[in-house]
């Protein structure tokens, strides 16, 4: 598919099995598999790339994933592309992973949050951070975060899905040449939840900001 508008997805339930038939057009957003992401065929091609020094990360990940969760998200300028995320050597957090993870990077070029919650876990207690929650929502510019776990009721306008990631037009971020990518020139995530691993971005305003340690985190 070359392109679509207002494609949607839809996610508030989360079923074992298959999606109804009737649900043609909607597209699931599952661990490694964002939005119809092959994850095998990332993962090899991610090996490959990365084997060859192509792929490089902006900082060694601590290896310590954190939860953000939103009532919406609304962005101008949108795309997804596979990565890599590596730890330090030797890191204590990497158990079976070698110290690598598989994530899919999406980026926002200027986006607003409503009702923020981001919260890690940790060891028996949550670090929580809000924002956003009391009528101004909070604004980023070039958002890029690594996730491997997305859902939500998401809303594309003309999307591209399959583009190679380094020819993206639509944000100021690329991936590298030959990998799995997809753009739209806007979207909306409601009910947003993401496990993450690393975040950046140019500009991020909080509004209302409060943090404190909690039992629970963010769901």
Excluded: W
């Amino acid at each position: 598919m070359a392109s679509s508008s207002d494609a949607t997805a839809s996610t508030n339930e989360r079923p074992e099995g298959p999606e109804a038939s009737g649900r043609r057009g909607r597209v699931r957003l599952k661990r490694a598999a964002v939005m119809a992401v092959p994850a095998t065929a990332v993962a090899a091609g991610l090996m490959i790339l990365t084997a060859q020094g192509a792929l490089g990360v902006q900082f060694a990940i601590s290896g310590m994933p954190f939860v953000v969760t939103a009532d919406k998200l609304d962005g101008e300028g949108f795309a997804q592309f596979g990565a890599l995320d590596h730890m330090i050597e030797n890191s204590p957090n990497e158990g079976d992973t070698g110290g690598q993870v598989l994530v899919v990077t999406s980026v926002v070029k200027n986006g607003k949050l409503t009702n923020l919650c981001q919260s890690v876990d940790l060891g028996g207690i949550q670090l929580v951070l809000t924002a956003g929650n009391k009528g101004t929502p909070v604004s980023v510019k070039n958002l890029a975060i690594d996730s491997d776990d997305i859902s939500g009721d998401a809303s594309f306008n003309n999307i591209e899905i399959g583009r190679d990631s380094s020819t993206f037009d639509k944000v100021d971020q690329k991936g590298q040449p030959g990998v799995y990518g997809q753009q739209a020139d806007s979207v909306v995530i409601t009910d947003l939840y993401q496990h993450n691993y690393a975040a950046t971005a140019a500009v991020f305003k909080l509004p209302d900001l409060h943090m404190r340690f909690e039992s629970e985190g963010c769901d």
